[in-house]
């Protein structure tokens, strides 16, 4: 399943932004999506998850500072970002899974669609 991402940047520390990812995937299924990143030298991190209930779970290092959302009119996934530190800076992924019966994981290799990743750059 495509999925296409937008809204990275390069921002000053303590500076927002919010990333979108979009899928032309319609389905009546339930579905996990999320936010992976992966910086320079470092392994892929799991950052937020939206369950197929709307409920949500973020990674304690962005806790309180960052946000996950979705529009299922418009088949869009957000991620609000506020509050931002250096050490958020990396390429972001969206991802998703449909057909889910059960709870979302946050292990990359449970989800089979990623996007093209965006880049978040945060200056100190």
């Known amino acids: 399943v495509p999925l296409v991402e937008s809204g990275g940047g390069s921002v000053e520390a303590g500076g927002s932004l919010r990333l979108s990812c979009t899928t032309s995937?319609?389905?009546?299924?339930?579905?996990?999506m999320g936010w992976f990143r992966q910086a320079p030298g470092k392994e892929r991190e799991w950052v937020a998850i939206?369950?197929?209930?709307?409920?949500?779970d973020y990674t304690p290092t962005v806790e309180g500072r960052f946000a996950i959302s979705k529009d299922i009119a418009k088949n869009t996934l957000y991620l609000q970002m506020n509050s931002l530190k250096p050490e958020d800076t990396a390429m972001y992924y969206c991802?998703?899974?449909?057909?889910?019966?059960?709870?979302?994981?946050?292990?990359?290799?449970?989800?089979?669609?990623w996007g093209q990743g965006t880049q978040v750059t945060v200056s100190s």
């Open positions: 991802v998703a899974r449909f057909g889910v019966t059960g709870g979302c994981s946050n292990h990359p290799l449970w989800y089979p669609s």
């Open positions: 995937e319609y389905t009546r299924s339930y579905y996990c």
């Open positions: 939206i369950e197929p209930d709307g409920t949500s």
